[in-house]
Nanobody, 126 residues
């Protein structure tokens, strides 16, 4: 069973950095592609980044490419999102998500992921 808990959100000024964490209390973290999505007020939940179960392959939304880095620690069952050069438009609730084991297609789609955390708020002030 996958249970995801995010942490690390907060209020920062534009240009600063934050690192989000997502811990899975289950036993199959190392078999699952993991992703971060975000949802701003009044908007849909959008893809941010994903990382395959081995950590070898990553992909990013254009809006965060070059500023955000997704990584994982399979020994510690933890997913990370390092966010640098934050902008006010990055303000959103950030969610981590886990796919079924060995997912390899449609990794930027919400429907691919069947387990979600409760979200952590990131607010970037100008």
């Amino acid at each position: 069973q996958v249970q995801l808990v995010e942490s690390g959100g907060g209020l920062v000024q534009a240009g600063n950095s934050l690192r989000l964490s997502c811990t899975d209390s289950g036993r199959t973290f190392d078999l699952r592609t993991m992703a971060w999505f975000r949802q701003a007020p009044g908007k849909e939940r959008d893809f941010v980044a994903h990382i395959t179960w081995t950590g070898r392959n990553t992909n990013y939304a254009d809006a965060v490419k070059g500023r955000f880095t997704i990584s994982r620690d399979n020994a510690g069952n933890t997913l990370y999102l390092q966010m640098n050069s934050l902008k006010p438009e990055d303000t959103a609730v950030y969610y981590c998500a886990a796919s079924p084991p060995y997912a390899t297609v449609d990794l930027a789609k919400r429907r691919t992921y069947n387990s979600w955390g409760q979200g952590t708020q990131v607010t970037v002030s100008s």
